[in-house]
Structures are given as C-alpha cells and as structure tokens.
C-alpha cells in the first residue's frame, strides 16, 4: 500500500528550458506548468488524496512531453542530396 509519506514526486521537470528562441518559451511555459502541477500533487499526495494527486503528474508529465516536441522537427532538417 502506498501512503503520502512514501511518495515521492519531483518538484522539478526532467527537462531543461532553453533560450527564448524557435519555440523556447512556449517550452518555458509547459516546464513551469509541469512544475506547477507536481507540486499541487505533492500537497494533495501529502493530504492523501491519491487519485487527484495522480491525476495532477499525469498532466505534468504531459507538459513535459510537449515541451520536450516543441522547436524544429526532424524532418524538416533533413535535405535531399542531388
């Protein structure tokens, strides 16, 4: 059985924010959200409402999935050679 005092939730996304450039701060944006949304699910974790507090990091993982998809995609990097 898992109680609030074992779990352990990051206060901080994985990912890293870079420059305000091709797409940064839109990245800055969903990290701090993510951030945000962990940290209301450490105090709900905390209160031991567990299926809200799970409902908060899956969509702060789902900020960071985001973030991570946003600046240039492959495919447009990728040139023909003649």
Same mark, same amino acid.
């Given at each position: ?21 091709? &797409?940064? %701060?839109?990245?800055?944006? #969903? ?10 699910? !450490? +105090? /709900? ?8 507090? &799970?409902? %908060?990091?899956?969509?702060? #993982? ?10 240039? !995609? +492959? /495919? ?7």
């Amino acid at each position: 059985m898992v109680t609030a005092t074992k779990l352990k939730l990051p206060l901080k996304p994985s990912l890293v924010a870079t420059p305000a450039t091709d &797409g940064g %701060l839109e990245r800055q944006k #969903l990290l701090q959200q993510a951030e945000t949304l962990h940290q209301q699910a !450490q +105090v /709900l974790a905390a209160k031991g409402e567990l299926q809200e507090a &799970g409902l %908060l990091i899956l969509k702060g #993982l789902d900020c960071e999935r985001r973030a991570k998809a946003r600046g240039p !995609q +492959v /495919l447009g990097l990728i040139k023909k050679r003649e």
